[in-house]
């Protein structure tokens, strides 16, 4: 059993900084090999986007070309935390923000293949100009 909490949303101003955090809590004798941890974000009405990923393998990360060079991904050793620092904060990054994890390629992960085993409920992130 794994279970996902993300925390760290909130209402927040354009050109700001947020960090998001989820949590991972994993069941007694529960092992994983490759790893994949992500950031997905969904705005009403529309599909759920990947935002961040990151590899247990090396680290190596990926981003969705609206983040790149403003959001960085990043996770403890163990895979037990999950970051995603927002700088430069735009109202377009307004949305529900989703923690995912599971064991997977690096391709898949790479591409935000959505079929996650493990998902967080969510934390909102307003950004307001």
């Known amino acids: 059993q794994v279970r996902l909490l993300e925390s760290g949303g909130g209402s927040f101003q354009d050109a700001g900084t947020l960090t998001l955090s989820c949590a991972q809590t994993?069941?007694?004798?529960?092992?994983?090999?490759?790893?994949?941890m992500a950031w997905f974000r969904q705005v009403p009405g529309t599909d759920r986007e990947g935002v961040a990923s990151?590899?247990?393998?090396?680290?190596?990360?990926t981003y969705s070309d609206s983040v790149k060079g403003r959001f960085t991904i990043s996770k403890d050793k163990d895979q037990k935390f999950l970051t995603l620092k927002m700088n430069s904060l735009i109202p377009e990054d307004s949305a529900m923000y989703y923690c995912?994890?599971?064991?997977?390629?690096?391709?898949?992960?790479?591409?935000?293949?959505?079929?996650?085993?493990?998902w967080g409920q969510g934390t909102q992130v307003t950004v307001s100009s």
């Open positions: 994993r069941a007694a004798g529960y092992t994983d090999g490759s790893y994949c």
């Open positions: 990151i590899y247990s393998g090396d680290g190596e990360t």
């Open positions: 995912a994890a599971d064991s997977r390629p690096w391709g898949l992960c790479s591409r935000f293949e959505m079929k996650f085993d493990h």
